[in-house]
């Protein structure tokens, strides 16, 4: 059962354009949402997160929006800039007994800027 | 830069063997995870670390275990490897135990020949 879903394998853009990049879960236990950016060969790197007591958080070019009726988060980069081009994933976090601290993350979205 | 370290980066072994993989958290934080990302599948937790104690496990092996030392550095002991053992490991740390950001070392990339 694959609870946080990326159901866009891949995704391209062009330089100076909106990247949104979507994410669905389906666990209600979710409370904490994070992105992370992930290169080849290297480990993933953290870039946002939001909790579910808001519905938006903004950092510099990167803004996550969610949306806790729909069980869904999106990713938005504006503007997107060639050096964005990698693989993006979602991940959920719930304080829980099952889950506490571990992260439940989807499959990835493979982001590409073209200049 | 995350500020976690992971050795080795690369391991080549065989069938059968048994390896270990070390990680240092970030200064500062107490929590250390391990995930495994296969080739097919994508980052799954294996095990949490808080202070010393285990404090939470996903799918992970009985073949595979973990400890984290009282200098809070962590090993991954993986034995009686296996082919589909094979993929990339990682080591992430966070200062509390949840929700936190979890902040991820470069991976230690696992071949089992």
């Known amino acids: 059962d694959q609870q946080v879903k990326q159901n866009s394998p891949s995704l391209s853009v062009q330089e100076g354009r909106i990247s949104i990049l979507n994410c669905d879960y389906t666990?209600?236990?979710?409370?904490?949402f994070l992105w992370y950016k992930k290169y080849p060969a290297e480990g993933p790197t953290f870039l946002i997160s939001?909790?579910?007591?808001?519905d938006k958080n903004e950092d510099g070019r990167f803004t996550v929006f969610l949306n806790k009726s729909a069980k869904h988060l999106s990713l938005h980069i504006v503007p997107s800039q060639p050096g964005d081009s990698a693989v993006y994933f979602c991940?959920?976090?719930?304080?829980?007994?099952?889950?506490?601290?571990?992260?439940?993350f989807g499959q990835g979205t493979t982001l590409q800027v073209k200049p | 830069d995350s500020g976690v370290t992971q050795t080795p980066k690369h391991l080549i072994t065989a069938t059968g063997q048994r390896v270990t993989l070390r990680c240092s958290p970030r200064?500062?934080?107490?929590?250390v995870y391990w995930y495994q990302q296969s080739l097919d599948q994508g980052l799954q937790f294996l095990i949490q670390?808080?202070?010393?104690?285990?404090?939470a496990k996903g799918n992970i092996l009985e073949r595979f275990s973990a400890q984290q030392f009282p200098d809070l550095h962590s090993e991954l002991n993986l034995s009686s490897l296996e082919l589909g053992d094979s993929a990339l490991y990682f080591c992430?740390?966070?200062?509390?135990?949840?929700?936190?950001?979890?902040?991820f070392g470069p991976g230690t990339r696992l071949t089992v020949l």
């Open positions: 992430a740390s966070s200062v509390a135990i949840a929700p936190d950001t979890q902040y």
């Open positions: 666990n209600s236990m979710f409370d904490y």
């Open positions: 939001i909790s579910s007591i808001k």
């Open positions: 991940a959920a976090s719930g304080i829980s007994s099952s889950n506490t601290g571990k992260l439940i």
């Open positions: 200064s500062g934080d107490l929590s």
């Open positions: 670390y808080y202070n010393g104690e285990e404090r």
